[in-house]
């Protein structure tokens, strides 16, 4: 009998159905190709990611949720200069720095959202304020400025965002009179997402979106279904690229609907969205994963800023060959 007992209690505190937990990242996805990128950029960069995923790792690892960690992950990039989010964001045609940003928790599709935000230092943050602690989804402009500072957000001015690198490849584009997607053809939105212990999923995407762009323009990225989605039936993902044909196609839903409705496999499933995706003439890729436990990514660039962690250990890569 007390042997029983301690079975017993044993079980209740042992976690229920433990899930090895998975974090994968991106830091964008382009024209990334070992000629293009200075040895030093690839060390940076590599560093980076590496950073970012020990920071959703260690959340991950002591038991924590899904949620906790790609915010940690993404604030990690929002804060490094050599990726398009929070410091570092690229420059609209006027010349401001305009974020994007979205979390969603797989367990319930709860989701925040927040479009052409200039104030908060880390939007994700305050996209997950405008999900835990507001009636709505998604808040644009200068109203989701004021949320911010009514929720007591940590906030900048715009010398913090602006990078003379950003203004740089902004002056390029007016220069030559070039579209967007010119410049540098890189697109270094970064995003997370993740499977925790309880076998909940989540996904964070913070961006600037792309340079030049005007009249309020808002991307792919704090869309949910399109650059950002989680659902703990199937699966969660986080885009960059194109995000005007990522939202055609609402490419994050459709890939979880392909894996819940007709049992594809992650990657097979990415593949396919990816490719319909490319087909109307857009490029980028997705980062996936799902409650069964695949890690992957899908991308039609030569190169994509990414990484994967697990109790198994961390990896970065940059290049299509990695
Ligand atoms: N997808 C983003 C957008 O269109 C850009 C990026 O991935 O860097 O706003």
Known sequence: ?????IIGALMMTSPAAAHDWKLVIHGGAGVIERNVLSP??????RAALDHAL??????LAAGGSSLDAVEAA?????????FNAGRGAVFTYEGTNEMDAAIMDGRDRNAGAVAGVTST??????ARTVMEDSPHVMLSGEGA??????KGLEQAGPEYFATPERKRQLDELKANKLSWFDVDMKYGTVGAVALDVSGHVAAATSTGGVTGKRWGRVGDSPIIGAGTYADDRACVISATGSG???IRVGVAHEICARMRMKGESAKAASDAVIKEMADLGGSGGVIIVSPGGEADWSFNTPGMYRGKASAAGRNV??????
């Open 1 to 5: 009998m007390r042997l029983l007992l």
């Open 40 to 45: 030093e950029k690839d060390k940076a960069i």
């Open 54 to 59: 020990q920071s959703g790792s260690k959340i």
């Open 74 to 82: 993404v604030r990690e990039l929002e804060n490094d200069p050599n």
């Open 121 to 126: 230092k880390n939007p994700i943050s305050l």
């Open 145 to 150: 400025n004021i949320f911010s500072r009514e």
């Open 244 to 246: 005007e044909y990522f």
């Open 317 to 322: 890569a940059i290049y299509g060959d990695e």
